[in-house]
């Protein structure tokens, strides 16, 4: 049976460390939570992300725009948020209706403030290995895996999705750690003639069963991005119950990467204050 990781337990500790830091600043870093739109689904998350932010400390302002607004509109929120001084980290709830370009919107936060490290700076940072602000579910995932000793050096690593929150900027995190890492996708031929060469597979794509217990190799580590819905049931991509038999380690979905995602946020808010107050 493998070893469970349990992403609940690591993001308390994270959350505990943060409250110490946050206790000691005055005045409070803030965090600017935007919302457009009422899908359901963003709506719970950005509750989530507040109440969280209340448990360390942390000021939240909730921006909730029609779904209608128009892209000149959302950025001029951007423009006065970017100027705000309470304001330390800004984050613009994904997915946007489809008459805003995203991209847009992503190079509109000040840099400096972009804790969901999507703007172009940020991701340039990141290839080259220097400082910034980094997407919060990649850093979740390598937490995790630095959490539990899990060496990456030379190791072959398969991420499963290449999109812009998870795939790519986690594998480039793993490359940055000396990892071998091979991106497979939806265009992939034989997914399974990669992941059963995997010492770690890291799968984010959002499909149940995706990896079956045939595709892992004996020993390998499991990391599941995946969240669907199943009927009431949150599930992720990995066949759970049949390759937890055959890994060495594996996150359990709920409770593995997700509380990550969000105590990763705490922390990107708690390190953009300090890079704007110059303390790192
Ligand atoms: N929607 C799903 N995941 C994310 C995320 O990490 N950041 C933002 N802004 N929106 C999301």
Redesign the pocket.
């Given at each position: 049976m493998a070893t469970l990781i349990d992403g609940k337990d690591v993001a308390a500790k994270l959350r505990a460390q943060i409250a110490a830091e946050v206790e000691t600043l005055d005045p409070k870093p803030g965090l600017a939570v935007v919302l457009v739109g009422e899908e359901p689904a963003s709506e719970i998350?950005v509750r989530l992300k507040q109440k969280k932010c209340a448990e360390v400390g942390i000021e939240s302002f909730k921006h909730e725009l029609p779904e209608k607004t128009t892209e000149d509109g959302l950025l001029a929120l951007i423009d006065k948020l970017n100027k705000d001084e309470k304001v330390n980290g800004i984050?613009?709830?994904?997915p946007l209706p489809k008459h805003i370009n995203k991209f847009k919107v992503m190079d509109a936060v000040l840099p400096e403030k972009d804790v969901?490290g999507f703007h172009a700076r940020n991701i340039g940072l990141l290839v080259q290995g220097q400082q910034g602000l980094q997407?919060?579910?990649p850093r979740g995932v390598m937490a995790l895996l630095k959490a539990y000793d899990i060496e990456l050096a030379g190791k072959e690593v398969v991420v499963i999705g290449r999109s812009l929150?998870v795939g790519n900027p986690v594998a480039q995190l793993l490359m940055n750690e000396n990892a071998t890492v091979t991106i497979c996708h939806s265009r992939t031929n034989d997914l399974s003639l990669y992941t059963k060469k995997a010492d770690v597979i890291v799968s984010a794509v959002g499909r149940k069963n995706l990896v079956t217990a045939d595709m892992v190799s004996e020993g390998a580590v499991v990391i599941d991005v995946g969240t669907v819905r199943d009927g009431t049931k949150l599930c992720g991509d990995v066949d759970f119950e049949n390759v937890k038999e055959q890994c060495s380690a594996i996150t359990p979905v709920p409770g593995g990467v997700g509380p990550m995602?969000i105590a990763c946020l705490l922390e990107n808010t708690l390190l953009a204050y300090k890079m704007q107050k110059g303390g790192a």
């Open positions: 998350y984050l613009v709830q994904l969901d997407s919060c579910t929150i995602t």
